[in-house]
DNA sequence: TTTATTGGTAAGTTACAACTAACGGTTAGC
DNA sequence: GCTAACCGTTAGTTGTAACTTACCAATAAA
């Protein structure tokens, strides 16, 4: 789970998901679009994939990749999770100070 | 933004929120209950206070640590944002391959 | 079959993050 | 004023992540 948030703790690769985001896309293409050559999207693509956070098919020697949204789960479920027990526990801390 | 996923991306930084997820703690109480030394702890506290996800307020000697919960925002817009984006292109590349 | 297109992988380099040890600064208590 | 407790910062080391170049595999097209 903090894997997921290391994969997109890279400049590189939050901005391959906000392109995929936008539609599904090769590994050239996206490499096209980025400041980086195209072995280091691969390399990043294969990260993203490992966190569950893009899925790819094939397509003729083509790779399509496009956002996996079952990667988003854990994440939102981590913060929602410790970010309800901090203002929970937020609130008891005031609770001491006086009514 | 993507600061804040850099942030807690790192195991002992995401143990370091858990923890003050449950309670506001001293530096020194933090690190005695984690497997690195208390200067670690500030540097990590460094990092997570940078991202606007910790707030710490001086008590005596001691500087207490706690959630800021300010730090939530924007990742939970950027995820929603382009999840909801994701899920679009999904739906509008399966409006294209039939009724 | 040969040639071109597209990607993943391996090897090697470089920059940076994470850590410890040592030091200095600030507040509390005697 | 002196001592103790608590913490941040610096210096230095080490592991690893990110990148490029070069190479190999697979599919498509001629």
């Known amino acids: 789970m903090t894997n997921a948030f290391a ?3 890279d400049p590189v690769r939050a901005e391959i998901v906000e392109k ?3 539609r599904p896309m090769a590994v050239g293409e996206l490499a096209a679009l980025l400041p980086v050559t195209r072995p ?7 990260v993203l994939k490992e ?3 893009v ?3 094939a397509d003729g020697t083509r ?4 956002i996996d949204p079952a ?3 854990p994440i939102r479920e981590w ?7 901090a203002l929970a526990a937020f609130a008891a801390e005031a609770e001491k100070e006086g009514p």
């Open 7 to 9: 994969a997109l703790g």
């Open 51 to 53: 966190a569950r956070l």
């Open 79 to 85: 913060l929602d999770r410790h970010w309800d027990a």
């Open 63 to 66: 790779r399509v990749y496009s």
């Open 20 to 22: 995929l985001a936008g």
């Open 71 to 73: 990667g988003l789960g």
């Open 40 to 46: 280091a999207v691969s390399q990043h693509l294969k």
């Open 55 to 57: 899925r790819d098919r």
